[in-house]
């Protein structure tokens, strides 16, 4: 079988069958396959080399779907990135992964041509002539695939920090041709389904677990810009299945539309991202008489478990290692930790990834001696096998299913006047799951207010980033170490959006 990711995504899908669904548009995989023969092309004319990074922030559309596939075919690495993200934010990615080719919307080319530094930048599409998708079109719809070993890369996902700054994730043809397989396998994916694609495809949820396991299967997506419960909810006549972060439960729940009936057409249900309430996950069987299928992973690791196919999935629980991927739980001070026994989970496999980017530091610090993957969750293993993710032993929020590093934004608050110090928590929220919270100490003389405080943060970082409050404190509480209670503020202010 081939190694080649490319090769991979368009091994099984029949040439005149579906593959991409938009409003506008249904591809079928030969015609999709000709367009990443034309945007290869296109990558090629503007000088792109097998290795090069190419940048991509851009809104969803099937445009930015072709991109990624075609950036692989071309034998380079592909590096999406959240269209929420702002010109600083951006400066970092850019400064770091040293792209080749920016990708963007016609809307954001100015401000991010202030932070480009060498690299070339492109517009997506639209805007009069001379996008990419321009290009394109007037290219051959014959390319050679670039070929590819098992270890090059593939993709560079960033992922922040404890530093406040993102590290990039290198991924490797490897780690997404096996993810994909085992998940496509395990969850039983093939040619007929119909995936309704409502996720971002700037992080791996989207682009890797949802498109790849999709396309290796044969099946075809419904590709939603945005996610919105009555699109989704309208899609399922025609859909087999749904991938989403908790958030998407909880909003379809809120929807008088999710009946069983509704659901009558669908075989499965995934979700992960972040923890799904146990309560969330009972609410939506008794409505559609369907079992949440949850699974946990991260951009280090792609998957790494996941509640059965066929056996019982538990709430609360992220399910069994996947067949190939080994997990375990360590106790800082014994070791290994007995079943029942909360610990850190840690992970080896062929899904884990090669390391940072140009960081062998921070690489050599998440690698334990025999190779295992340190992932910042605590978690503890059950008698049947069954992981719960407990808690995180990084500091991180996770809203809506993204990543906030609290370290960033007290940086960036720490910085303003009138501002002593602070810290960043999250706080349960009925949507979001967790919504981000600043806790700040002001000096006595500070005009500082709430409405101050995010306006100053509002160009700096991406909304999802941005506290959705702001509590002033005389001081942080601290304990006898010195260190900011971040677990007493949390409790404190557990309340503050119910
Ligand atoms: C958008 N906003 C958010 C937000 N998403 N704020 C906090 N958290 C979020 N996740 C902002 C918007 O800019 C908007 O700003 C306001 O909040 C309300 O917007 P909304 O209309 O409610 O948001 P919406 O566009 O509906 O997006 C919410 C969402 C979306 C949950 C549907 O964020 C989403 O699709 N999340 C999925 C993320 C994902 O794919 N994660 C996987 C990471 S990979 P304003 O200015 O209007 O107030 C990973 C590994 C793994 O974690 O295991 O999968
Ligand atoms: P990211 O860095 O965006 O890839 O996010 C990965 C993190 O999301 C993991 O380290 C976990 O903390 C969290 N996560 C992913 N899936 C789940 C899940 N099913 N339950 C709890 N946490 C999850």
Known sequence: MANHLFDRLFERGRADAPVLITDARTFAYAELERETARWANALVTLDVRPGDRIAAQVEKS???????????????VFLPLNPAYTANEMAHFIADAEPALVVCDPAARKALATVAGAARIE???????????????????????????????????????TTGRSKGAMLAHGNLVSNAQTLGELWRFTARDVLIHALPIYHVHGLFVASNVLLMAGGSMIFQARFDAGDVLSAMSRATSLMGVPTFYTRLLEHPGLTREATAGMRLFICGSAPLLAHTHQAFEQRTDHVILERYGMTETGMNTSNPYDGERIAGTVGLPLPGVCVRVRDAETGEAAPGEIGMVEVKGPNVFAGYWRDPENTAETFRPDGFFVTGDLGVIDARGYLSIVGRGKDLIISGGLNVYPKEIELELDALPGVVESAVIGLPHADLGEAVTAVVAVGDKTELSEQGILDALAPRLARFKQPRRVIFVAELPRNAMGKVQKAYLRGQHQGLYS
């Open 62 to 76: 099937a445009a930015n779907l072709i991109l990624y596939l075609a950036t692989i075919r071309a034998g380079a």
């Open 123 to 161: 517009i997506l599409n639209g805007a009069g002539k001379g996008s990419l998708a321009d290009l394109a079109a007037a290219a051959s719809d014959r390319f050679e695939t670039v070929a590819r070993e098992p270890a090059d890369l593939a993709a560079i996902c960033y992922t922040s920090g």
